[in-house]
């Protein structure tokens, strides 16, 4: 089992910013497949960032430039730079993690979510 902590949501003014932090705890073999979803009122989770075993980071169109993912393995924490904040930008955001040393087909865990409020 893996748990996911997050924190540092918050409310911001447009154009601001945030860092998004993930802990993972747990049987947690690398960090290698790691990444951040949102979802806002009434869409669908959508993808933010992550990274694809641990070379790799895809970022959604919506945020490329002004997001930035970054991991610290030793400490299994991963973080989501915001910059440049706007309303749109305004979700639930889930941190994930894909278990590819100890599952076999992987396991997909997430976080119990973070709000981020971006408003004047």
């Known amino acids: 089992q893996v748990h996911l902590r997050e924190s540092g949501g918050d409310l911001v003014q447009p154009g601001g910013s945030l860092r998004l932090t993930c802990v993972a705890s747990?049987?947690?073999?690398?960090?290698?497949?790691v990444g951040w979803f949102r979802q806002a009122p009434g869409k669908e989770r959508e993808l933010v960032a992550r990274v694809f075993n641990g070379a790799t980071i895809r970022y959604s169109d919506a945020v490329k430039g002004r997001f930035t993912l970054s991991r610290d393995n030793a400490k299994n924490t991963v973080y989501l730079q915001m910059n440049g904040l706007k309303p749109e930008d305004t979700a639930v955001y889930y941190c994930f993690y894909l278990d590819t040393y100890f599952s076999s087909p992987p396991e997909r865990y997430w976080g119990q979510g973070i709000q981020v409020t971006v408003s004047s």
């Open positions: 747990g049987s947690v073999g690398g960090i290698d497949n």
